[in-house]
Every structure is written in structure tokens, then in C-alpha cells.
């Protein structure tokens, strides 16, 4: 594994005991999204210990919390796991992120100044572009990130971006899968500017219906990704 930046030279918390094991989560939820940890790799508390030299405790805290989420599985008698690519995980983390995507853009049209959040929103989309020119995936995804977040913060709930973002994480495991040349960065760049042109225009059915194009992209590919690695999802026992 590789340091985090979380973390000095000797594994421990920059911002004190109160955080580590959120950080800790936080550290392992990278390394598991980017296929840094793959599915079905174990995780052992002594070598995530003996790396961020830190007590088993907090990683033990931290590896609940990825099991709650779904990102791991834990055996009694045989450890912790990373969990395998699931269709289920991605339906539900796909309806819900779409749900509450829907209800912040529908409340982004209702606020003053719209043309300020269309500026912002063609700035990302540049810098997208640029970012797709040159190859760099992730600094891409952080743009895609950013561009979502820009209509939370316009809609006046920036908070719920976290609440998103914990949701999606099922789409960020199959999302990385699909830039590994499944998927096209041109075609994210243009729902994006479709999404900014229906905002623009005032137009909130068509805003709704090119958002609701550009969540559900992903579950056409899912098909394509399991046939590319079919060693990451999870395998019928029967």
C-alpha cells in the first residue's frame, strides 16, 4: 500500500486521535474505489496497522464502517475481504444518488442568478476538457466531482454533497472500470453541457430528463465491464 497523505512520515494523524479512524475509512475507501485494493484481497488489521502506524483499534472501527457501506465483507474465522463488484450495490447507489441529484438541480432552477451558476458550471466543463485532452483520469473525476457540487452549492445545500458522495460509492468502484476504456470522456463532457444548456434555458423537464441520462449511463456498462474483468464481480455459485 501506498502512504496517504493523511498521515507523516511515522503513520500518524495530522489532526489528532479524534480522527484517525475516519481517516483511516477514508484512506481504505481510495484505495478500494481506484482497484488499489481489488475485490477479494484481504485486509489484514496488523499490515494496515504496521503501515499507518496506528493501533488495531481504530483500522477495526474503520473496517465496520466499510462493511456497513458494503466495501467489505467480514468472516469470523476467515477475515476481512474486500467485496466483489455487485449489480445490486450499483442499482441501489445508482437510484438513490439520481434521487436526490434530481431534487438539488430541480432546486438549483429555483434560485436568483442562474446565469452565475451556468458560468461556473462552463468553467468546469474547460477545465474538464482540458483534463480529458491530456489523459488525466483522475484529476477529471475531481472536475466531475467539482461540477456537481457547484449546482449543491447553488441550490444552497453544499452539506448534502457529502451525503451524495457517500451514496455513489458503489458508482465510483464501476466508474473507474469504465474509463479503463469502456467508456468515453467525450461523452460525459457532452451530458455535461447538455445539463448546463437545459439550465440555462430555464427548462426543468428537460434539465431533470438529461441528468437522469447522464446517472443512468452507467448501468448500460456494466455488462461490458464484467465481460472485461470478470475476475472483480462476484461469481454465481450456481
Request: hydrophobic share 45%; aromatic share 2%; glycine share 6%.
Given at each position: 500500500m501506498k502512504p496517504h497523505k493523511a498521515f507523516d512520515a511515522g503513520g500518524k494523524s495530522r489532526s489528532g486521535g479524534a480522527a484517525l479512524s475516519r481517516q483511516i475509512y477514508q484512506v481504505l475507501i481510495d484505495r478500494i474505489i481506484t482497484f488499489e485494493l481489488k475485490p477479494y484481497d484481504q485486509l489484514s488489521e496488523l499490515k494496515i496497522s504496521e503501515e499507518l502506524g496506528v493501533s488495531r483499534t481504530p483500522i477495526r472501527e474503520a473496517l465496520v464502517r466499510l462493511s456497513e457501506l458494503g466495501l467489505?465483507?467480514?468472516?469470523?474465522?476467515?477475515?476481512?475481504?474486500?467485496?466483489?463488484?455487485?449489480?445490486?450495490?450499483?442499482?441501489?447507489s445508482q437510484f438513490l444518488r439520481e434521487a436526490i441529484e434530481i431534487a438539488i438541480v430541480k432546486r438549483a432552477l429555483e434560485q436568483p442568478k442562474p446565469e452565475e451558476l451556468v458560468a461556473r458550471l462552463r468553467a468546469e466543463i474547460t477545465i474538464q476538457s482540458t483534463f480529458a485532452k491530456i489523459g488525466d483520469m483522475e484529476r477529471f473525476y475531481d472536475s466531475d466531482e467539482a461540477f456537481h457540487a457547484l449546482i449543491a452549492a447553488h441550490a444552497g445545500i453544499p452539506a448534502v454533497t457529502s451525503e451524495v458522495n457517500r451514496l455513489k460509492v458503489h458508482m465510483d468502484r464501476f466508474r473507474h472500470l469504465m474509463?479503463?476504456?469502456?467508456?468515453?470522456?467525450?461523452?460525459?463532457?457532452?451530458?455535461?453541457?447538455?445539463?448546463?444548456?437545459?439550465?440555462?434555458?430555464?427548462?426543468?423537464?428537460?434539465?431533470?430528463?438529461?441528468?437522469?441520462?447522464?446517472?443512468r449511463r452507467i448501468l448500460a456498462f456494466s455488462d461490458k465491464a464484467a465481460g472485461k474483468f470478470p475476475e472483480y464481480f462476484e461469481q454465481s455459485e450456481h
Open positions: 467489505v465483507d467480514i468472516y469470523p474465522q476467515r477475515g476481512t475481504v474486500v467485496t466483489p463488484l455487485r449489480d445490486a450495490d450499483l442499482v441501489k474509463i479503463s476504456g469502456i467508456e468515453s470522456l467525450d461523452e460525459v463532457l457532452r451530458q455535461h453541457v447538455l445539463i448546463v444548456d437545459k439550465i440555462e434555458a430555464g427548462d426543468a423537464a428537460g434539465c431533470e430528463e438529461a441528468m437522469k441520462v447522464h446517472l
